[in-house]
């Protein structure tokens, strides 16, 4: 009788971890490359399972929430310009918001041109906000941070 109660435990108890798995269909990678003295093109690149995509940074209002890059304030950096988007995008009317939406899927990097005041290692930091769907849902906003050395 204790083997099958134990046995039974042990069953509900791997049920119930199995099915609070969160699902992850984004990976997020973060690089620089040194372009010249002092000059960095930042990469921001998500990594997506199919059928999931990820909005663009112009999605327009009243539609799904727009990826958005804040960067941290750092004294030795000048960030100049706007954040490019590389990747396949696709552009639909998207009837839930009534409103053409802007996505990429599979992969997408926001690109950064970064210059360091003088010749010293920092860190560039901050966070990216961003929502995916697939066809049949999304998933809530999530954030994550980053921190790119440049040396």
């Not at 609070?20 to 990976?27: F, G, M």
């Not at 490359?33 to 327009?60: E, M, R």
Request: some cysteine; charged content about 20%; overall charge positive.
């Amino acid at each position: 009788m204790i083997k099958i109660f134990a046995t039974l435990s042990l069953f509900v108890i791997a049920t119930t971890s199995f099915a609070q798995v969160k699902e992850q269909p984004i990976k997020w990678r973060f690089n620089a490359v040194k372009k010249s003295a002092g000059n960095y093109t930042v990469s921001c690149t998500a990594d997506l399972i199919a059928p999931w995509h990820i909005y663009s940074q112009f999605t327009p209002e009243g539609g799904p929430l727009p990826t958005r890059i804040s960067f941290s304030s750092n004294p030795l950096l000048t960030i100049s310009g706007g954040i490019t988007e590389e990747g396949k995008q696709k552009t639909v009317h998207d009837k839930n918001f009534d409103v053409d939406v802007k996505y990429f899927s599979g992969q997408v990097s926001f690109v950064h041109a970064v210059k360091v005041k003088a010749n010293v290692k920092t860190n560039l930091r901050g966070t990216v906000e961003y929502m995916i769907c697939n066809d049949n849902k999304c998933l809530p906003p999530a954030k994550v941070n980053f921190d790119i050395i440049l040396q």
